[in-house]
């Protein structure tokens, strides 16, 4: 039976410091290389792509200083199936510590299989999400609003192609550099 859940969590340092049981039989069924010594390596060695990198990073910032737990839907194609998931991001109380929980929501086979967020895989060049530069926020149909809530709106990790980010400043930060 395909695993329906799994659960790791990092440190300070974003190393794994714990991975449970449907991590491993997750990792087995899509082949991750190396899964088996996760623990204690970084969590970013697992992430491919700048831009996705990026976003994550900013979310994890954003949950360790801020909104403490986010839930967002994301893909999570395996090499025979395409696969949506949903995962929750809560920070401990020292908001240095956070635990990832994800599950399963569906999944299919697919016919050719294609690597997710590889960055080799072209895309279209024509998908910009305007960022701003100073206070980290994304413009999202017309409004500035922070990571969590752009990944929402766009369902930024549900895509199989990220947009580029395009980096700018927002009004806000405008007129307050323009101050200074
Ligand atoms: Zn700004």
Redesign the pocket.
């Known amino acids: 039976m395909p695993v329906e859940k799994l659960s790791y969590a990092i440190d300070d340092q974003d190393r794994l410091i714990r991975v449970d049981d449907g991590y491993y039989r997750f990792a087995e069924e899509n082949g991750w290389d190396g899964a088996g010594d996760s623990l204690g390596r970084s969590l970013w060695d697992f992430v491919a792509g700048h831009e996705v990198r990026k976003l994550q990073r900013l979310l994890l910032r954003r949950v360790r200083e801020g909104v403490r737990g986010v839930e967002l839907p994301f893909r999570c194609d395996g090499p025979e199936v395409s696969r949506e998931m949903e995962i929750k991001i809560a920070a401990g109380k020292s908001g240095r510590v956070v635990l990832f929980s994800a599950r399963v929501r569906s999944e299919e086979p697919r016919e050719e299989p294609q690597p997710l967020l590889d960055p080799s895989v072209p895309r279209d060049n024509d998908d910009f999400l305007p960022m ?6 994304f413009l999202v149909e017309g409004e ?1 609003v922070e990571v969590e809530e752009a990944a929402k709106r766009l369902e930024l990790f549900r895509r199989s192609e990220m947009p580029m980010l395009d980096h700018g ?6 007129a ?1 550099l323009l101050a200074a």
């Open positions: 701003c530069a100073w206070c980290d926020r500035w400043i927002c009004p806000e930060c405008n307050t």
